[in-house]
């Protein structure tokens, strides 16, 4: 079977994304579409909700019960966005090693240590986020404090911008929170850098979640500066698009300034993210899984091991599990998912 394994640069890499996206746009839209479309769902429910606490006899509860539900429905979408990573990840693999690969058997292969992929999504977030949650959380904390109502009272907040002691303790805090802002945002980039090759490497490898962060770590020793400008050339693209599509919000907004949009603009809204998030959305997973694969190349010799094993001389007890695992009968045989 015809492989890619060589040393690529980061031009290659790239090339390499955008050859293996064009080629196999539907596998990998398809895969990340069922997290986009229940983000849909449940963003469409939750604007639904939001409409019909607007009701004044529910006014005073209605943010908190927003809130909650705001709350369910990230830890869903967490729990999804880990799965379409995990699948997405393991396609690329096949794909990249000349193995045939479909949405079912992408799946297939990874629900049996979804658990897996979800812990280790949630330890790298803890260690990645948490300054920068700490800080916003310490910062409207603040506010609710010294403004009684500032969470859920609109005439509070109107309050609080006319009292000087207010305004002054907002200032301040405002200052602390932007300077704070700055080493979280430097840790929280170097830390992602560290951990990007995790997933690949749990899901390639059959690792559990702290072997796979170790190995994530020298894995990406020497790449991370490319894995740096490959998220940034990434999150400019998805930027760009998302300024394109969303343009009538801006325009809406631009129309009606300080005013709520209206749910038909909000839900028209969330339908286009629908899209742009399938398009996108295996992007990084697709071009972080061939910095993988680029990373043990270099530093192992995958692509003569990889040969070898291909060419029977390696024993099979020295293979992985998961490298060496084909799709299901049915779908290596091309059938649809």
Same mark, same amino acid.
């Given at each position: 079977?015809?492989?890619?394994?060589? !040393?690529?640069?980061?031009?290659?890499?790239?090339?390499?994304?955008?050859?293996?996206?064009?080629?196999?746009?539907?596998?990998?839209?398809?895969?990340?579409?069922?997290?986009?479309? *229940?983000?849909?769902?449940?963003?469409?429910?939750?604007?639904?909700?939001?409409?019909?606490?607007?009701?004044?006899?529910?006014?005073?509860?209605?943010?908190?019960?927003?809130?909650?539900?705001?709350?369910?429905?990230?830890?869903?979408?967490?729990?999804?966005?880990?799965?379409?990573?995990?699948?997405?990840?393991?396609?690329?693999?096949?794909?990249?090693?000349?193995?045939?690969?479909?949405?079912?058997?992408?799946?297939?292969?990874?629900? !049996?240590?979804?658990?897996?992929?979800?812990?280790?999504?949630?330890?790298?977030?803890?260690?990645?986020?948490?300054? *920068?949650?700490?800080?916003?959380?310490?910062?409207?904390?603040?506010?609710?404090?010294?403004?009684? #109502?500032?969470?859920?009272?609109?005439?509070?907040?109107?309050?609080? &911008?006319?009292?000087?002691?207010?305004?002054?303790?907002?200032?301040?805090?405002?200052?602390?929170?932007?300077?704070?802002?700055?080493?979280?945002? *430097?840790?929280?980039?170097?830390?992602?850098?560290?951990?990007?090759?995790?997933?690949?490497?749990?899901?390639?490898?059959?690792?559990?979640?702290?072997?796979?962060?170790?190995?994530?770590?020298?894995?990406?020793?020497?790449?991370?500066?490319?894995?740096?400008?490959?998220?940034?050339?990434?999150?400019?693209?998805?930027?760009? &698009?998302?300024?394109?599509?969303?343009?009538?919000?801006?325009?809406?907004?631009?129309?009606?300034?300080?005013?709520?949009?209206?749910?038909?603009?909000?839900?028209?809204?969330?339908?286009?993210?629908?899209?742009?998030?399938?398009?996108?959305?295996?992007?990084?997973?697709?071009?972080?899984?061939?910095?993988?694969?680029?990373?043990?190349?270099?530093?192992? #010799?995958?692509?003569?091991?990889?040969?070898?094993?291909?060419?029977?001389?390696?024993?099979?007890?020295?293979?992985?599990?998961?490298?060496?695992?084909? !799709?299901?009968?049915?779908?290596?045989? #091309?059938?649809?998912?």
């Amino acid at each position: 079977m015809q492989t890619n394994l060589r !040393p690529l640069a980061l031009g290659e890499i790239l090339d390499r994304t955008a050859q293996l996206y064009r080629e196999r746009f539907w596998l990998f839209a398809g895969i990340f579409s069922v997290y986009a479309g *229940v983000a849909l769902a449940l963003n469409l429910l939750l604007l639904g909700l939001q409409t019909s606490l607007k009701a004044p006899r529910m006014a005073a509860s209605a943010i908190w019960i927003a809130m909650a539900a705001g709350a369910v429905e990230v830890l869903i979408l967490l729990l999804l966005y880990g799965a379409a990573v995990a699948a997405i990840s393991r396609a690329v693999a096949w794909v990249h090693l000349g193995k045939p690969a479909t949405i079912r058997s992408a799946y297939a292969s990874i629900l !049996p240590r979804l658990g897996r992929y979800l812990w280790l999504m949630t330890i790298v977030a803890l260690i990645v986020l948490t300054p *920068v949650a700490a800080l916003y959380g310490g910062y409207f904390g603040i506010m609710a404090y010294y403004v009684k #109502g500032f969470a859920t009272d609109p005439a509070a907040q109107q309050a609080a &911008l006319s009292n000087p002691r207010t305004m002054a303790i907002f200032g301040v805090a405002s200052l602390i929170f932007v300077l704070l802002m700055i080493p979280a945002g *430097v840790y929280t980039i170097l830390m992602g850098l560290r951990y990007a090759l995790a997933m690949p490497a749990a899901v390639v490898e059959d690792l559990k979640a702290r072997p796979a962060l170790r190995r994530g770590i020298e894995l990406s020793k020497g790449a991370r500066g490319r894995i740096f400008l490959l998220a940034l050339l990434i999150v400019a693209i998805r930027t760009g &698009l998302v300024m394109i599509s969303q343009a009538f919000v801006f325009v809406a907004a631009f129309k009606h300034p300080g005013q709520p949009l209206g749910p038909g603009i909000t839900a028209l809204s969330q339908i286009v993210a629908f899209f742009t998030n399938t398009f996108l959305g295996p992007i990084l997973a697709t071009g972080l899984t061939l910095l993988y694969y680029d990373q043990r190349v270099r530093k192992e #010799g995958y692509d003569i091991e990889w040969m070898m094993q291909a060419a029977g001389l390696t024993p099979p007890a020295l293979q992985s599990l998961s490298e060496t695992a084909e !799709p299901a009968a049915d779908d290596a045989a #091309g059938k649809p998912a």
